[in-house]
C-alpha cells in the first residue's frame, strides 16, 4: 500500500510560480511510475504529468508543456511538479498518484489527498 501526500499548493498571481511536492511511504517507490492530475471545479479530473520509475521517461498534457517539470528524488521518496508562468485556468486541486508500469495517463492505482492550486488574474 503506498500513502502519499502532497503539499506546496497555495495561491499565486497569474506569471508566478509554485513547486508542488509529494512524500510516498513505499520504499519500492523507485519501482512506481508518478503522476500528477488536477481537478477544477465543475471539471473532471484530468492527467498533468508522469515520470517513469527511472525518471528518464515523461509525459505532459498540452497544456502545461514549457512550463510544468515533473521529477522525482527516489533517496527521499518523493516527486515533484516545478509549475512556472501559471494561469488562471491552471486552478485546480491537484492530486499525486502512483502507478506500477510504464508511463500511461490512467490506471494509477495509489492517489494523494489533493493540494489546492489558485492563480489569481
Known amino acids: 500500500q503506498v500513502q502519499l501526500v502532497e503539499s506546496g499548493g497555495g495561491l499565486v498571481q497569474a506569471g508566478g510560480s509554485l513547486r508542488l511536492s509529494c512524500a510516498a511511504s513505499e520504499r519500492a517507490f523507485s519501482m512506481y511510475t508518478m503522476g500528477w492530475f488536477r481537478q477544477a471545479p465543475g471539471k473532471e479530473r484530468e492527467f498533468v504529468a508522469a515520470t517513469s520509475w527511472s525518471g528518464g521517461v515523461s509525459d505532459y498534457v498540452d497544456s502545461v508543456k514549457g512550463r510544468f517539470t515533473i521529477s522525482r528524488d527516489d533517496t527521499k521518496t518523493a516527486v515533484y511538479l516545478q509549475m512556472n508562468s501559471l494561469k488562471p485556468e491552471d486552478t485546480a486541486v491537484y492530486y499525486c498518484?502512483?502507478?506500477?508500469?510504464?508511463?500511461?495517463?490512467?490506471?494509477?492505482?495509489?492517489w494523494g489527498q489533493g493540494t489546492q492550486v489558485t492563480v489569481s488574474s
Open positions: 498518484a502512483a502507478r506500477k508500469g510504464p508511463v500511461l495517463r490512467t490506471g494509477y492505482n495509489y
